[in-house]
């Protein structure tokens, strides 16, 4: 498999996701991914920056601190002293989704300013998870069942305001349900991260990027069909036909004889007869 991106950072990546969720660090992956696009990217100090913003917010409590206070402690010191804010003005910048660009500029998207939170959280024994909201991602605070947005300078969330902004979000076109508020695992974190670098990418005719981008999100789930399609086309809109049809030959290899096998095989039939009027 030729890897669309830094070799180095994509086996650490890999070797990180087979890890089981308690021991997966959020942070770390994170720094992996943002790695293949900055290879000079310096894992251990922005750990170690993550670390001091733990430490700052520890400073301001004490023991006895309620979770919920906690939490309000980590937004005011992240956004309001630190400014930590949302990149509405260059919402689409691939600099959004990786995690060194993040803490260097202080502004990012919903769910990179929530894995910020998270990973202060964690290292202060708040106990939160992502969740992954239709168009938003927000944090849920586990002890109080209360919801904060990062991208909005932590602002608090009732169940309420979550439904209203799904509604914003989907101009009204969303119903509904409990399902969203169902908290993300870290590999379902990383995935929406790399799917929305996927969509930043496959915009910007950034194809060789994406497919790099494609090869992450298929280590996390191996054999999503919709992955083989969406690489395969990137591989055919840089007229890389062979590869485009050994991406799709996997894909029937690796899912047996799958619904979908007719369509595929005529699908290689006609990149192959594209290449062969090339040649």
Same mark, same amino acid.
């Given at each position: ?92 910048? /691939? ?14 998207? /919903? ?22 909201? /239709? ?122 004889? /799958? ?21």
């Amino acid at each position: 498999v030729n890897t669309h991106g830094n070799t180095d950072f994509r086996n650490l990546f890999s070797q990180l996701i087979q890890k089981p969720e308690e021991d997966l660090e959020l942070d770390r992956a994170a720094l992996y991914l943002a790695g293949e696009e900055y290879p000079e990217v310096d894992v251990l100090s922005h750990l170690a920056q993550l670390d001091a913003f733990a430490a700052q917010v520890s400073q301001r409590v004490t023991h006895e601190t309620a979770p919920a206070n906690l939490a309000r402690a980590i937004a005011d010191y992240l956004f309001g002293e630190l400014g930590f804010d949302g990149n509405s003005g260059r919402y689409y910048s /691939p600099e959004n989704s990786f995690l060194n660009r993040v803490l260097e500029t202080r502004t990012g998207i /919903p769910i990179t300013l929530s894995l910020l939170f998270l990973e202060v959280a964690r290292r202060l024994g708040v106990r939160c998870s992502g969740v992954g909201l /239709p168009g938003h991602f927000i944090v849920g605070l586990d002890d109080t069942g209360e919801y904060l947005d990062p991208f909005n300078a932590g602002a608090p969330l009732s169940m309420e305001d979550c439904r209203a902004l799904v509604d914003r979000m989907s101009a009204g076109s969303l119903e509904w349900t409990d399902q969203f508020l169902e908290p993300y695992t870290k590999r379902d974190i990383l995935f929406r991260i790399l799917n929305n670098l996927k969509a930043v990418y496959m915009q910007g005719r950034e194809y060789t990027k994406a497919v790099g981008v494609i090869q992450r999100m298929s280590i996390i789930s191996p054999g999503l069909p919709s992955l083989y399609q969406e690489q395969a086309w990137c591989h055919a809109e840089q007229q890389e036909f062979r590869l485009a049809i050994g991406t799709l030959e996997a894909y029937l290899q690796e899912a047996g004889t /799958p619904d979908d096998s007719k369509e595929v095989k005529d699908q290689i039939k006609g990149l192959w007869s594209t290449l062969s009027r090339l040649n």
